[in-house]
């Protein structure tokens, strides 16, 4: 491995929603550091706080129409026991029925690169228990959100 891409990582600029979480005694294994399973719900954080910012709203179980289809994180450096952490999250990709979210994770005092991670999330009929497509006004919300277009021409696929 290129040990100058280790800590090469996408500026946390480039996120336009970034939150801050204090690493929490309950979120370390036994070898003293973050568990590799609490960065997910770092990521899920991040997803609740974008959410808020794209619709004003907060999240209501009841009403959200979306699953996640996937999900991987990339482990760069241990965080532990107080570090503050700035998580960052934006559009990558948006499909006709998916999007893609990218995540950045980062010791906010040094910039350290923590964490890098990526999610799919599927537009979701419940009463049909299928995909559905993405519709126009999420999408313009993301886009205006982001500052930049999301869909690619043609983006058929699921």
């Known amino acids: ?18 939150i801050a979480i204090t690493v929490r005694f309950r979120d370390l294994d036994a070898m003293g550091h973050v568990n590799n399973s609490v960065y997910l719900t770092y990521f899920e954080e991040a997803r609740v706080a974008y959410y808020r910012a794209l619709t004003g709203k907060e999240l209501d179980p009841a009403t959200f129409d979306f699953v996640i289809a996937e999900i991987a994180c990339t482990y760069r450096s241990p965080a532990r026991l107080g570090e503050t952490l700035e998580v960052g999250i934006r559009t990558g990709e948006v499909r006709s ?49 982001e500052g930049r277009p999301l869909r690619k021409p043609n983006a058929f696929t699921a």
């Open 1 to 18: 491995m290129d040990a100058t891409k280790v800590d090469s990582h996408p500026s946390p600029d480039a996120f336009p929603m970034r």
């Open 97 to 145: 029925r998916s999007f893609v979210f990218e995540y950045v994770i980062t010791e906010r005092e040094s910039g350290r690169l923590v964490a890098t991670g990526r999610s799919v999330q599927v537009a979701y009929d419940y009463a049909a228990g299928r995909a559905k497509p993405l519709s126009d006004e999420i999408v313009a919300r993301m886009e205006a959100f």
